[in-house]
């Protein structure tokens, strides 16, 4: 190959890693502290704080849900999520949020979960039979 042809190559693969690079979503988890300084949207992890009540009243309004939750800095902060209330939400085991800090309150526009998973309780046990 000519060296002309190689630096192209090279010159090619390097924009490429660039334009991945800026398009990806390269964000890390932080806490509610993190939150708290930063204007744009931000990942945040934790656990529901099962011993405060959940807000979500259809009747009333069906986008609107706000629960309690504590990252991993032990950092508690209400949460407010324009959204209905996703499916065994209680029984989560962990929470990843994806929003910005409104005054006192986390508005997250993603939810994601970490369920218990259903094959974990009732394993089976398997034996092998003699015939």
């Not at 990806?24 to 300084?37: G, I, L, N, P």
């Not at 009333?60 to 504590?70: G, H, L, Q, R």
């Not at 910005?100 to 394993?123: R, T, W």
């Amino acid at each position: 190959m000519k060296k002309g042809a190689i630096l192209g190559i090279i010159i090619i693969a390097v924009a490429i890693a660039m334009i991945v690079s800026i398009y990806t979503d390269s964000s890390t988890y932080a806490s509610f502290k993190d939150a708290q300084q930063t204007a744009s949207e931000i990942h945040v992890v934790g656990e529901l704080n099962k011993t405060k009540t959940l807000y979500y009243n259809p009747t009333k309004d069906a986008n609107y849900f706000a629960f309690y939750m504590v990252d991993h800095d032990g950092t508690e902060c209400k949460v407010v999520f324009n959204g209905a209330k996703p499916q065994d939400f209680e029984r989560s085991e962990q929470i990843v949020l994806t929003g910005k800090m409104v005054g006192n309150e986390f508005h997250a526009s993603k939810i994601l979960m970490k369920c218990p998973s259903k094959y974990n309780k009732d394993q089976v046990e398997v034996t092998e039979s003699k015939a």
